[in-house]
């Protein structure tokens, strides 16, 4: 089965770096979309980036500019840079992962926190 690991996440000072990885830890499907999702308390979850197996990404508004996802499929890992981190950016940050053709599978991690201090 499908077991999504996040890594990476941490406390950093506004303006700085930190980069975010995923692993399917049993490497048994090939994704067609990785991405990542952000909660913080008390607000909804949302879309951060998200990239296909093709290469397209689609990034938040939020964050495009700053953060870069990437992904090696044949590993089943996608990775986020994330540069000039803001406050705002402080969440869980969650791997998603979905699969399928006319039935789609999704499948979440349990996330990594990742703390921006002023």
């Known amino acids: 089965q499908v077991q999504l690991v996040e890594s990476g996440g941490g406390l950093v000072q506004a303006g700085g770096s930190l980069r975010l990885s995923c692993k399917d830890s049993?490497?048994?499907?090939?994704?067609?979309?990785m991405g990542w999702y952000r909660q913080a308390p008390g607000k909804q979850r949302e879309l951060v980036a998200t990239?296909?197996?093709?290469?397209?990404?689609n990034y938040a508004d939020s964050v495009k500019g700053r953060f870069t996802i990437s992904r090696d499929s044949a590993k089943n890992t996608v990775y986020l840079e994330m540069n000039s981190l803001k406050p705002e950016d402080t969440a869980v940050y969650s791997c998603?992962?979905?699969?399928?053709?006319?039935?789609?599978?999704?499948?979440w991690g349990r996330g990594t926190q990742v703390t921006v201090s002023s």
């Open positions: 990239i296909t197996s093709a290469g397209g990404t």
């Open positions: 998603n992962a979905k699969r399928g053709t006319s039935i789609m599978y999704d499948y």
């Open positions: 049993r490497s048994i499907f090939s994704f067609n979309v």
